[in-house]
């Protein structure tokens, strides 16, 4: 049977073929990029994103969107499924081109998806063109009004940027230093909590009591050391004098295996009887100032701070 002689409403194999194809490449580039955290976000792209005051966590939600959106889209506009697709390759080969590019540049370090940092971009690369310079048979499909072609596009784009912005996304850039040394380093990202859950932020999978303790009312969140003085102060100077916040304390541990810095010496456990006492997990490096404070309302962080307290908790009470 010839394209003409399509019935109405079917699709051409080769053409959904393309459509399904280039779907499966955005899905499983965002599905990748997500496992692997922030070293899979194209160096340029993460440039680009600085300019517009996006960190790397926030650069990759938007790709790992973007990329969801386009997958939807070459499968459900029927009639410019075809085109969308087409345009979705040809935009991957170039980012992944770019890409290749930047990390060829003389000086370029190569931080990447693990050993072989050019290998994603090249079969991106390599793929996205095999679906630019093909030639699908166009098959006869039902038409598809504008109207609804503009609001499954709208519907898609805010489902797909919807979920990537709840995605855990891990800063893994910041690691790499550490695993080369031979320790395990978590990034906690503190950076980027504001106006997340503690489970959105991906704090809650290494410490799940903290979603528990902080989903209803108000809380005050402290990450602390023993050891370090401007922890004590913290609690000495804000917090002693009670609040009407839950206050949890959460004690961040040395790694297993490194030497752990002297601090301001051994000047004893921080005071708050009334404190909520949670500990990380030990064993890994963990990534994070202390000490950081974060004030949350009914689960969702509507503060942070690691060195301008006051901005979070107010002037502290006279002595």
């Known amino acids: 049977m010839s394209a003409e002689e399509t019935p109405v409403g079917s699709l051409d194999y080769t053409a959904f073929h393309a459509r399904l194809g280039v779907a499966c490449l955005l899905t499983g580039s965002a599905i990748l990029q997500w496992n692997g955290g922030t070293s899979w976000l194209p160096t340029w792209l993460g ?47 170039f980012i992944a081109l770019a890409e290749l590019a930047a990390l060829n540049a003389p000086g370029a370090a190569a931080a990447g998806s693990g050993a072989w940092p050019m ?10 063109i095999l679906f630019v310079v ?54 906690l990202a ?4 504001k106006g997340r859950t503690f489970a959105d932020a991906g704090v809650a999978r290494h410490l799940p009591r903290l979603t528990a303790e902080t989903l209803e009312g108000d809380a005050i969140v402290v990450f602390y050391n023993p050891k370090c003085g401007q922890c004590h102060e913290v609690f000495d100077r804000w917090l002693a004098a009670g609040r009407s916040e839950k206050i949890i304390a959460v004690m961040v541990p040395g790694a297993e295996g490194a ?47 690691d060195k301008d307290f006051t901005s979070c908790l107010g002037a502290p009470p006279a002595p």
Do not use: H, Y
């Open 190 to 193: 503190f950076e980027s909590w």
């Open 259 to 305: 030497t752990e810095a002297a601090g301001d010496g051994d000047i004893g456990d921080i005071t708050c009887p009334s404190c909520v006492r949670l500990e990380l997990p030990k064993g890994p490096t963990w990534l994070i100032t202390t000490p950081s404070v974060a004030v949350l309302k009914d689960g969702v962080i509507r503060c942070t701070a």
């Open 47 to 93: 440039n680009l994103g600085l300019r517009f005051g996006l960190d790397g966590i926030d650069s990759l939600r938007v790709l790992m969107g973007l990329e969801l959106t386009g997958a939807a889209l070459c499968l459900l506009l029927r009639s410019v499924g075809g085109k969308v697709a087409w345009a979705c390759a040809l935009l991957a080969a």
């Open 134 to 187: 093909a030639k699908p048979v166009a098959a006869t499909v039902a038409p598809q009004s504008g109207i609804a072609a503009a609001m499954i596009s709208i519907i898609a784009f805010t489902v797909a940027m919807g979920v990537a912005a709840r995605l855990p996304v891990e800063n893994t850039v910041k690691t790499e230093a550490f695993a080369s040394q031979g320790l395990k380093a978590i990034d």
């Open 119 to 128: 290998l994603m971009p090249a079969i991106v690369l390599a793929v996205s």
